[in-house]
């Protein structure tokens, strides 16, 4: 159960490509391992802000998980939590970023190649 923390895990994904498949298994799991998660159910417009209460749940969520889906780096809003994601993770106080790569080639993971990977270095 969380321990001063609102969440144990936050789960960062693009609705179109995880939300109804992969990101809702593995939600469903953990809570139903009592694990207290965080996953954003609400439809995000293009091109808004990160809000308060979400950057609150990414701050205070112990374990950080982006699903990076094909089309995650082609998301602002994606992106923008990844960057927030990033900030906790280099600020030491213990948040551990686990990335799960879905549907990707290995190889593009490994040699960085692809869409993704493409978005992140003009971002």
């Not at 939300?19 to 998660?37: E, M, N, Q």
Request: glycine letters at 8%; a positive charge.
């Amino acid at each position: 159960m969380a321990t001063g923390n609102c969440y144990e895990v936050f789960l960062s994904f693009r609705g179109l490509d995880t939300r109804k498949g992969f990101t809702d298994h593995l939600y469903t799991r953990l809570v139903d391992a009592g694990i207290h998660a965080f996953k954003d159910d609400n439809e995000l417009r293009h091109g808004k802000k990160i809000g308060p209460d979400l950057l609150t749940a990414i701050k205070n969520s112990k374990i950080l998980i982006p699903i990076i889906s094909l089309n995650y780096g082609s998301s602002s809003w994606c992106l923008n939590e990844l960057v927030q994601i990033m900030e906790c993770q280099n600020s030491n106080i213990g948040h551990l970023v686990l990335p799960i790569f879905t549907k990707w080639e290995p190889t593009h993971v490994r040699h960085q190649i692809g869409s993704f990977w493409r978005c992140v270095s003009y971002a």
